[in-house]
């Protein structure tokens, strides 16, 4: 039986396994490159933003997971169907202190918690979760900070939009962030 992903370990069987090869060594340091120096710091330093945040139903914490960069994870509140739904926020080197601060904040000013309930049974869901259903392309990645207007066009996603413009208005240190929107 085929698992999801099966094909990347079997790959990974046909290596040497050394980390030391030098196949290894350039293929790390490639990914590196691309997560660190061209992703996420140039995304942070061209924009000025203090974090990158996306939906929790995205591949977002991929690049900070190839980075070895902070990477957390912020309920938001739940889909349609009842699941929980949340925000992937990260940053860059050593900045742990900065997203623990506005993961926080922003959960003092959401109040997301419900209590789980035992429905007896477990709805079907998109892939995304719901999240992501509508997105147009009016609906791109979009800088945001505290003057910012985000796209209300992004169906499910407009609660969250809302509750973090909401909460970038009213922090005091203003942050600067990118709501990175779904890929699929």
């Excluded at 926080?104 to 309930?117: G, N």
Aim: hydrophobic share 40%; proline share 9%; glycine share 6%.
């Amino acid at each position: 039986m085929q698992y999801f992903g099966q094909e990347v370990f079997e790959l990974a069987e046909q290596t040497s396994g050394d980390l030391n090869d030098p196949i290894y060594l350039s293929a790390r340091a490639d990914n590196l490159t691309f997560a660190r120096t061209n992703g996420i710091d140039a995304a942070l330093r061209k924009d000025r933003l203090d974090a990158i945040v996306a939906p929790t139903y995205s591949f977002a914490s991929s690049l900070p997971a190839v980075a070895g960069y902070p990477n957390l994870s912020i309920p938001v509140g739940f889909t349609a169907e009842g699941k929980p739904a949340g925000l992937w926020m990260y940053s860059g080197f050593l900045k742990e202190p900065t997203l623990l601060a506005l993961a926080y904040d922003l959960e003092q000013a959401i109040k997301p918690r419900t209590q789980p309930q035992f429905l007896g049974s477990v709805p079907p869901e998109p892939p995304n979760a719901g999240i992501c259903a509508s997105l147009t392309a009016a609906a791109a990645p979009k800088l945001v900070n505290g003057r910012a207007k985000i796209p209300e066009s992004v169906v499910s996603g407009s609660v969250i939009h809302c509750r973090l413009r909401n909460f970038i208005r009213a922090h005091p240190r203003n942050p600067r962030l990118v709501f990175s929107t779904c890929v699929n």
